[in-house]
């Protein structure tokens, strides 16, 4: 299966999971290429990784990403409610 950012996105929790520890063994540019456009922070990254030794990177990692999507999400949304100039203008 190839993983992109689209199909990342599709994924449950427990598949997002385990599509991350593949990239980490099998892809690792890929997987730092995907948080590198997801815009994962690196210091953020480092820090709950050095934080939990004994935990599943793959799970560390999920986490930070369903985060980071749904800030992406939250923002886009924001965004999207707000008047565009064009409608205000036709207001006036």
């Known amino acids: 299966m190839e993983i992109n950012l ?28 995907i948080l590198y456009r997801i815009d994962v922070s690196e210091a953020k990254l480092k820090n709950i990784l050095q934080a939990h030794p004994n935990e599943d ?9 369903l985060e980071r999507l749904a800030a992406t999400k ?14 205000t203008e036709e207001r006036l």
């Not at 997002?16 to 730092?32: D, P, W, Y």
């Open 74 to 87: 939250k923002a886009r949304e924001s965004f999207n409610a707000m008047p565009r100039i064009d409608d």
């Open 57 to 65: 990177a793959g799970k560390l990692i999920a986490a930070i990403v």
């Open 6 to 33: 689209q199909s990342l996105e599709k994924l449950d929790t427990p598949s997002l999971e385990q599509a991350i520890n593949e990239l980490i063994k099998n892809n690792f540019s890929r997987l730092v290429q």
